[in-house]
């Protein structure tokens, strides 16, 4: 009566273990060899452009389809510097909302507010793309942009980054509205971190007579440095690869500026408009080039990340 | 990064379908490119469907998609807004053929200025495109509109950002206007010295619509569709004309199809009193020794009918039939299409 059960128990641990292993290792292999085979079609497909450019693919800021000359530097900077403008406007707004949620906002319309937050998670990036394009960039192109030139302007190196007619669309716009569309992204893992920090430590902090600010700055974010970290890093990593909202607002133009009111383009708007046309080798290579060049630039910015992560750790 | 590899997965998948599709429906005609006529190409299939019981699917993936497509024998044909020269479709082994036309229409934003009341000309739209005309009171734009107040303006140009059929045609008329024009170069997407992109007809109107000052250039159809504020324009003789199916119809009939080779008459700056500047034609690509000659056998049957039974739905589409003479020179020229015998398909 009793072995029964038993046996039969064991007959099921010693078939289904070895096939949950094998099931799980065949999926995770999956994940490699997809992985692999996307740096292989890259690697391969940018070998023309690199053998017509050379090295200058990486340093010239030419984007010339008739004549067939390219280079990667517009399409970077433009994707460095809304991934930066989004980033300075994302994190700290970010930190705060979490930090709000988790240490001051009454019990009752936290748990509303977070599911608000994380709808604006939800919502598609065309759509960010389409009320940028129809309803920010009228707005900022009357309203903003003048006083922002009027008072930027005339400072010296500072003023560089605004001059120029009030367009609207933009790399600032551009930058600004991926700045919206990653907040619910890191205030979400960030809130979450900061509710991990023991009440404990925070009563403690408090009970010496701490300031709000002291507790945020000495005890939250140090305990949480990690998890921190790690939102940051999520958030960046969509803002450099975020596609169609961007290419809704930047002006998709292949000239460098140092204005920010300028139009520019990132590398996967570039893709993203110019893919389905391009003909000819040279061409599509360049954009497949592209692509492998946002591919090492987001695994640097992950690996920094790890390195960031790690080093917290210890 | 993200992206790409969702692009990839979504071209596996697509790939898988379109052959899944292929096998499962023999009889069906499949062909992909050019975006510009998918909507009649659209009405067309769904209409010869109802009446020969033959479905055609059409993916618009852009001309450049299409050439490749029929290039890699995926597709019975493709389709671009771009033709190829006689030395390309020698090299491939391909036929090519115009099957209806359309033009293309400046649109631009100025408060208190009604459409049809701005005159252009090729030269000054070339100057506006190359940053050398920056206000909207140029005397250049001035000396076309007498009698018109323009307003002292900066203007915005703006272009298509994706590469297209339309900004190959409206470079090709800026670069037989201005020889300033070759240091951009004529492509289906050029370096562009000045101005914003939008992407597709869609995101230039878009653009226009909400900058003061703006000008751009989209299809007429769908300046027609959305109410957009057109110019007109001033032709190569000297003359201002509407776009209208006419004046597109004017630039066809004097162009020279039977001296080129493809029929690959670019239709900007025709001669003509009555001719639109910037009309532009749509091509076909089958390939002369097909694979499968009853897919390409097919396809002519299917843009058969649409010569003889289409023009009214083209019309209704604001797109351009081909005149008579051109259709019977394209028709005569199929016979080219031969099976593994030697034999015409059609």
Sequence with gaps: MDEAPRRKGNARSRIGDPLFKWLTWSFTMLVLLILGGVVFTLVEGSIPVFKTMGLDFLITAKWNPVTDQYG????????????????????????????????????????????????????????????????????????????????????????????????????????????????????????????????????SAYGLGCT?????????????????????????????????????VIGNAHRLSTSLMAPGTTISATLANEFTEAVGDVYTSALIGLGLVLFVLTFFVLALGKRLLLRAGH | MFKLRKLLATAAILAVTASGLATAQAADISGAGATFPYPLYGKWAAEYKNETGVGMNYQSIGSGGGIKQIKANTVDFGASDKPLSGTELEQAGLLQFPVVMGGIVPIFNIDGVKPGEVVLSGDVLAQIYLGKIKNWNDPAIAALNKGVKLPDLALIPIYRSDGSGTSFNFTYFLNESNKDWAEVGVNTSVEWPVGLGGKGNEGVAALVGQTKGAIGYVEYAYALQNALPYSRMLNKDGKVVEPSLESFQAAAANADWKGTPGYGVILANQPGAASWPMTAATFILVHKAPAKPEGTASTLKFFDWAYSKGDKMAEDLHYVPLPDATVSLVESSWKQVVDKDGKPVF
Aim: with cysteine.
């Design chain 1, 72 to 203: 990667v530097i517009v399409p970077l900077v433009g994707t460095l510097v809304t991934a930066l403008i989004a980033m300075l406007v994302g994190v700290p707004t970010s930190f705060a909302i979490a930090f709000f949620l988790t240490e001051l906002c009454p019990y009752f319309i936290r748990q509303p507010i977070s599911i608000a937050i994380e709808l604006l998670a939800a919502v598609p990036s065309i759509i960010y793309g389409i009320w940028g394009l129809f309803i920010v960039a009228p707005y900022f192109q009357s309203h903003i942009e003048p006083v922002l030139i009027a008072v930027l302007g005339p400072i010296p190196v500072l003023g560089a980054l605004f001059q120029g007619p009030a367009i609207g669309i933009g790399m600032l716009l551009a930058g600004l509205i991926l700045g919206l569309m990653i907040l619910p992204f890191i205030t979400a893992v960030t809130r979450d971190v900061f509710s991990s920090v023991p009440a404990v430590l925070r009563e």
């Design chain 1, 212 to 248: 709000r600010w002291e507790v945020v700055r000495r005890i939250v974010l140090p305990y949480c440095r990690t998890g921190v970290v790690g939102a940051v890093m999520l958030g960046l990593g969509r803002a450099l690869g975020e596609t169609m909202a961007v290419t809704f």
